[in-house]
């Protein structure tokens, strides 16, 4: 089955400097990703839709200048917390998008837990 | 705007009961409903989809466009079951959106 990764799958860091965390898809290619965070005992909410090729697409509320997303191939996103903050403290969640014709289907990665200092 | 509910965060159901995991969905076009589970120290995984009419691991859900619904059912619930259920709704712009989520703890 198709296979999404992310690294680190931790970090710890401190207040403002930055942070990358990649997310690559595997054995399929994938011209859009997502990346979600995830608060704890909460649900996915969508940060931001990355499309290869072109500027991410953010959700309302979310800074763009703080959350910076790349990508830059069919199989690497990455998401950079710029000048992170404790509040940024959180699970991020990538996931692909393996388009088949009019199907299609999300992988998600494994997540990756931040925690700011 | 597409939104999710799944009413119930909780759920507890002994060995061998029943089992049915609730949402609702609003969008004003044609979705795509899915259900995602996720295990303890898991990734989010895909449990089944509207589309696919299938039963996975003994689970099923039926969308009832009427009540903009789509449960999620098993007749005899599994001690293997216990996880977190999200539904998730996907429109036209093929992005999910999800629900709250509803633990499900099943009791021996």
């Known amino acids: 089955g198709a296979v999404v990764s992310q690294h680190p799958s931790w970090v710890i860091c401190k207040s403002g400097t930055s942070v990358k965390i990649e997310c690559r898809s595997l054995?399929?290619?994938?011209?859009?990703m997502f990346w979600y965070r995830q608060f704890p005992k909460q649900s996915l909410m969508l940060m931001a839709t990355?499309?290869?090729?072109?500027?991410?697409?953010?959700e309302q509320g979310v800074e763009k200048d703080k959350f910076l997303i790349n990508h830059a191939s069919l199989t690497l996103s990455t998401l950079t917390v710029t000048s992170a903050h404790p509040e940024d403290s959180s699970f991020y969640i990538c996931?692909?998008?393996?388009?088949?014709?009019?199907?299609?289907?999300?992988?998600f990665g494994p997540g990756t837990r931040l925690t700011v200092t | 705007a597409q939104r999710v509910t799944q009413p119930e965060k909780l759920l507890s159901v002994f060995k061998g009961a029943p089992v049915e995991l609730k949402c609702n969905y609003s969008?004003?076009?044609?979705?795509?409903l899915f259900w995602y589970v996720q295990y303890s120290r898991q990734r989010l995984q895909l449990l089944l989809r509207?589309?696919s009419r299938e039963s996975i691991k003994g689970f099923t859900a039926d969308l009832n466009k009427g009540e903009t619904s789509f449960h999620l059912k098993k007749p005899f619930a599994q001690e293997e079951d216990s996880a977190m259920y999200y539904c998730?709704?996907?429109?036209?712009?093929?992005?999910?959106?999800f629900g709250s989520g509803t633990q499900l703890t099943v009791l021996p």
């Open positions: 969008y004003s076009g044609s979705p795509e």
């Open positions: 996931s692909a998008r393996l388009d088949r014709g009019r199907r299609y289907e999300q992988y």
């Open positions: 998730a709704l996907s429109g036209s712009a093929r992005q999910l959106t």
């Open positions: 054995d399929f290619q994938a011209t859009t």
């Open positions: 990355s499309n290869e090729g072109s500027k991410a697409t953010y």
């Open positions: 509207h589309i």
